[in-house]
């Protein structure tokens, strides 16, 4: 994602809205009331036109920062269906450099102000969105606004009431909307999903889960509370998600702890950050997160046994077990898999693995983080 720095131009959003100022029961009666006007299960009819002049499907990268540079260019070599057809920067570097390695032509070039000429391009079908958190509900709407599918990275907005505007500006235009959970699509962690909802070893009792890494440095978006920094939101995202996926289940409620171990490093934004889960059918989380050490394990305990991913959450090499064998799916290029996967169904007018909804849910639970490390408060959440 490309540092605030370098993002130029007069439309820009950063938009001042603090979680720790939304209420969780608020964010779950707006889930309430959008479920009311359209089915949760997101298989609305999506217009399957191929948009470009080509048989593969254009994606255009709104941000060329570290995870689009080092992840979704290289996998969009080897995916099969989508192909990296045009960019958004700020920065006249990066234009030069990415029109030279990957070449794109000129005119699949834009930049923030004159982003929404992409609407007349016919060689880009599907615009992913990879800026920093307090980008996503802009650059997501002007997106569809201009008739393009929408891949949105995690997390999905700054807040539940983004993530709602942002699903209905995609529905209103007749476009898809994809959230980057690029684990949906990885081999080990679907069984994983299959263990725990099958209850292959029984009701799952307990699950931890956690997913940081140290940091060294202390620029950029992460260190922004306006951007939409800090580690619920940059990691936090990963281990709540495990805890949704392995049950099957919405969390009933959230109590939440942060804590500063360098003071001085971080201001306004959390580094370590636990917070625990309750879930209807008898589940307890707990899960932790930050930018104060390396780890990266989930486990779950079951009636009739466990299972686990270590490590869960990497690009590369999540290998597990569980009480009866080892688990061995091959290994893939998840980013690669994830968009050409989210194309193809795009193409198709099909529903995608990871709809906005998806999205959605997570945010109404990060927000409840927030309001309890507020409040000091378990926080209800509506069903």
Known sequence: MENRKNIKGSRREFLRVSALGVAGSLAAQGLSAFRGAHPASAEYSIPGILT????????????????????????????????????????????????????????????????????TNRDIDIVYVVLPNSMHKEFTIRAANAGKHVICEKPMALNAQECVEMIAACRENGVGLSIGYRLHYEPHTQEVMRLGQEKVFGNVLHISCGAAWRATTFEGWRWDREMGGGAMMDMGVYPLQAARYVTGEEPVSVTAQTFITRPGRYEGVDEATTFQLEFPGGTVASLDTGFH?????????????????????????ISGRTSREELN?????????????????????????????????DMIVVDAVYESIRTGRSVRLRR
């Open 293 to 317: 050490a390396s780890f990266d394990h989930l486990y779950a305990f079951a009636e009739k046994g466990w299972f686990e991913l270590r490590p869960f959450s990497s690009y590369r090499s």
């Open 52 to 119: 470009g002049k080509h048989k593969r499907a254009g994606i255009a990268l709104i941000g060329l920062g570290n995870y689009s540079a080092n992840q979704l260019a290289p996998a969009l070599q080897e995916t099969k269906i989508a192909y990296l057809a045009g960019m958004v920067t700020g920065t006249m570097d990066n234009e030069k450099l990415w029109a030279e390695k990957y070449n794109i032509p000129k005119k699949n070039i834009y930049n923030y102000d004159n982003f929404d000429e992409i609407a």
């Open 329 to 361: 799916f091959p290994q893939i290029n998840q980013q690669a898999v994830q968009m050409d996967e989210d194309a193809e169904n795009f193409m198709a007018g099909l529903p995608v693995r990871v709809p906005g909804e998806e999205g959605l849910r």
